[in-house]
């Protein structure tokens, strides 16, 4: 039987909790709760309601009750689908970024449930120029992963596989 990868594990717990925590003092105890609601924190940073009903980027809006089921249906086989390859992934740095994306799924996957759309909150920008669409916890955990996995797939060489090509 397969060792659970609790680092993996833990991650996720750990990015969901925040991710949902952060939203809920958000719309919460600072009132953020309406679109156009906002406060800075800082000359480039914001806290600005933003629901939003797509995926990245805004795509796929899920705009009627049927495409917002089948969207919670699909990130939830997207997000098993990363369970499971957290299962059978045997180094520790990938175990814990694919938890940075469970963690992060889950997090979006409750809110679209509870709500209909996720809750965006972080407004990073430059003035009037805004790199970065609002996004939130789980969205730059879900990043940060995806960033983790693509550099190592990309540009770490693993010891087993330069001993097996030498």
Wanted: charged share 20%; aromatic share 8%.
């Amino acid at each position: 039987m397969r060792e659970l990868p609790r680092a993996g594990l833990a991650v996720a717990a750990v990015t969901f909790l925040v991710d949902q925590l952060s939203k809920w003092v958000v719309t919460g105890p600072l009132g953020i709760r309406a679109l156009g609601d906002a406060r800075e924190l800082l000359p480039i940073f914001d806290l600005r309601f933003v629901p939003n009903v797509g995926v990245s980027l805004g795509l796929l809006p899920a705009d009627s009750p049927a495409t917002r089921w089948a969207l919670v249906a699909l990130t939830a086989i997207i997000a098993t689908a990363v369970a499971v390859w957290m299962t059978r992934e045997k180094n520790r740095v990938d175990q814990m970024a694919l938890g940075l994306v469970l963690g992060g799924a889950l997090g979006n996957i409750l809110d679209r449930a509870r709500f209909g759309y996720v809750v965006d909150f972080a407004d990073l920008h430059f003035g009037s120029v805004r790199p970065f669409l609002v996004f939130n916890v789980a969205d730059a955990a879900i990043t940060i992963g995806v960033v983790i996995l693509l550099a190592r797939a990309l540009f770490v060489r693993d010891e087993q596989k330069e001993k097996v090509n030498a």
